[in-house]
């Protein structure tokens, strides 16, 4: 068997390549789990794995689901992949895993929807400091927030946009 995980990046975000590869993972547990001489070995094998991840936490999912190239139909196959080679039910796991994405938007919109941009401080008149490009970019996020909250209002609120994903 070889291993299966994605290459190794430091300044990539790769939460959502865990999903993928706890399902490759099981690919390779069931591809293994007839040969006679690795049975023993595989099926302890399959016991932990199904220990730790036959409950797919949520956090994984999001992620996935999240991602521009997954979205809910790319989860949602992959669910059904992963009922092929496990044999557990996964249907209504993608049910739970939208519900709980979409009362996580809820709660963060009630948290933060009378939140206003704060002003910056002034930035340092003399000589570069090393806080300069972190404040700099400060400035560019603080324009594109002001610019959607007082242009755009929101006018669509993004749950209504989760059945995209």
């Not at 704060?118 to 400035?139: E, V």
């Not at 007082?150 to 989760?162: I, K, S, T």
Request: with cysteine.
């Amino acid at each position: 068997m070889r291993p299966h995980y994605p290459p190794s990046t430091i300044y990539e975000p790769t939460s959502y390549f865990v999903i993928q590869s706890i399902y490759l993972i099981a690919q390779q547990l069931r591809a293994h789990d007839n040969d006679i001489i690795l049975h023993d070995t595989v099926s302890h094998m399959k016991a932990k794995y199904l220990k730790y991840w036959k409950d797919i936490p949520y956090l994984f999912s999001f992620a996935f689901m999240l991602d521009p190239r997954a979205k809910s139909p790319g989860l949602c196959n992959l669910l059904q992949l992963f009922t092929e080679v496990l044999g557990i039910d996964y249907s209504t796991y993608f049910r739970d895993v939208k519900n709980s994405l979409n009362d996580l938007y809820i709660k963060y919109e009630e948290k933060y929807a009378r939140v206003h941009p704060r002003q910056l401080p002034q930035a340092p008149k003399a000589g570069i400091s090393c806080h300069s490009r972190s404040l700099s970019w400060a400035r560019v996020l603080l324009q594109m927030t002001h610019h959607m909250t007082n242009h755009y209002q929101l006018a669509v609120p993004l749950v209504n946009l989760l059945h995209i994903y």
